[in-house]
T-cell receptor, first 110, second 116 residues
Framework: DAKTTQPNSMESNEEEPVHLPCNHSTISGTDYIHWYRQLPSQGPEYVIHGLTSNVNNRMASLAIAEDRKSSTLILHRATLRDAAVYYCILQRTGAQKLVFGQGTRLTINP | DAGVIQSPRHEVTEMGQEVTLRCKPISGHDYLFWYRQTMMRGLELLIYFNNNVPIDDSGMPEDRFSAKMPNASFSTLKIQPSEPRDSAVYFC??????????????FGPGTRLTVL
């Protein structure tokens, strides 16, 4: 499985945008980029995924570099509830396994 | 839908005892996954099933661990005998067979296991 690299931790303020980076220089053409997050004392939950184009949903936006070697998860207006560990994961098309790295621990200041 | 259900939520046992963790996946989901999370090793996939059949158990740490899925609505993860290093949070997740490019995994709340 191709590897992802994320900062160990980030900090932001409530109601401000947050940009969470992820590097995946060995990504293959059939790898999807997924983001999950894990709130304190809960199981991980899906956030967003994409292949080549930028994606938006009600939770976040995913910006994918043109060469696909990096991506950024964007929380447009962070709330205290967004404090969590965010995982960037590559998954080959049709594969079922998710391989979690250490993720980025996001702290939101009131 | 109630989501993925796991029981018990907390389990404290003594070394050498048998431990059984239970999971009920979301109805209609074809895939079931067991994960383990520790501070040292993070979140690791132990085993996953498709249509009740184990597909990949390469993450199962050793023979003390076994998992079964007797039907589409129930799975167990058993540790016998348990050891202190098995202390972790165990998550169960399920997903639907992918229609298209992707299938989201839905995680349960986890079982926190402490082996004394």
């Amino acid at each position: 499985d191709a590897k992802t690299t994320q900062p160990n931790s980030m900090e932001s303020n409530e109601e401000e945008p947050v940009h969470l980076p992820c590097n995946h220089s060995t990504i293959s053409g059939t790898d999807y980029i997924h983001w999950y997050r894990q709130l304190p004392s809960q199981g991980p939950e899906y956030v967003i995924h994409g292949l080549t184009s930028n994606v938006n949903n009600r939770m976040a936006s995913l910006a994918i570099a043109e060469d696909r070697k990096s991506s950024t998860l964007i929380l447009h207006r962070a709330t205290l509830r967004d404090a969590a560990v965010y995982y960037c994961i590559l998954q080959r098309t049709g594969a079922q396994k998710l391989v979690f790295g250490q993720g980025t621990r996001l702290t939101i200041n009131p | 839908d109630a989501g993925v259900i796991q029981s018990p939520r907390h389990e404290v046992t003594e070394m050498g005892q048998e431990v059984t963790l239970r999971c009920k996946p979301i109805s209609g989901h074809d895939y079931l996954f067991w994960y383990r999370q520790t501070m040292m090793r993070g979140l690791e996939l132990l085993i996953y099933f498709n249509n009740n059949v184990p597909i990949d158990d390469s993450g199962m740490p050793e023979d003390r661990f076994s998992a079964k899925m007797p039907n589409a609505s129930f799975s167990t993860l058993k540790i016998q005998p348990s050891e202190p290093r098995d202390s972790a949070v165990y998550f169960c997740a399920s997903s639907r067979f992918p229609w298209g490019s992707y299938n989201e995994q839905f995680f349960g709340p986890g079982t926190r296991l402490t082996v004394l």
